[in-house]
């Protein structure tokens, strides 16, 4: 344990502490538990500092646990087959994960941060991950043939994702394709797909997850509309149990698929589509391309309809557009 998590397992007993209590317990001095406050804030934690009183975490603090995130689920023999990794801090789950698969790692081998230093997002973007207030969560998995439209794997996920919030009795989720996960227009949670191996015999898949849980407006600048599940339910919310609904729907989904193929999670994830039938804009690298949209093929393609004809595009990001 580094001195930074040192500080943090005295901070998250709650309560305020005195920096001479903490220079005391770590053999640091008050100078620099100053600084190793500061670096805790950095990373995203918000800290109060109360002259007189010291320092007090501003939120309860959840730590994510393995063994809690396999017990929060009642399926937990399906959580049992996985190993579970959790880590205070990484450069990108996924990053961690694709290496651990090049070394040989076992399908089923799940690994989630409190802190991702460069999380990643779809299309070279950053995604933010402030410490222990969401989910950053990869999940690697092994198919011993590619399954058949591969391509459509990442829509696949979202439903696993949908199936999840369900268990919350969080309504109104939608799907942006192929797999941004909305409430209500807001972004609360993204999806990268990374892949290695041969994609038309053995290869492997590392599923990223990235969901809003307590991060609060005033965090965060990101360049869209989000939200996070604490905002939607107004209820507490435990991320471990979070973690296990993900996993475990995550897991059901990929066994399945190597039994039955993808066909009916395309069927489930129509019914989510927040932009069926709408005028959107779908933006490929400085190519801007206007339309309605139509849904997917069974390729998890996106069906646009332009000028009367159907086109199918197999990447893109797209937005609404204001109907004409
Ligand atoms: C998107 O752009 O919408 C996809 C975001 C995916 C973020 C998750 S967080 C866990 C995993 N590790 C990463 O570096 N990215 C994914």
Redesign the pocket.
Known sequence: MNTRHKLLSLLIQGGFHSGEALGRHLGLSRAAVWRHIQGLGEVGLSIDRVPGRGYRLTNTLELLCPDRIRQSVSDDATLQALTINVHHELE????HLLRLAQQGAPSGHACLAEY?SH?????G?Q?I?PFGCNL???LLWRFNEAPTRLGALPLAVAVAIVRALGQLDIDDIQIKWPN?LLWRGRKLG???LEMGGDPTSACHIVS???LNIHMDQKQQAIDQPWVSLSQITRQPLSRNHIAGLVLLEITTILQQIEQHGLGQYLSEWRQFDAFADRPVKLLRGEQEITGISRGIDDDGNLLLEINGTIERFHSGEISLRPAP
């Not at 990108?92 to 990053?95: A, F, K, P, Y």
């Not at 999380?119 to 299309?123: A, E, I, S, T």
């Open positions: 990108s789950t996924n990053q991702q999380g990643r997002g779809r299309r973007r995604w991950s950053y969560l990869s941004d993204g999806i990268l990223g997850i990235g």
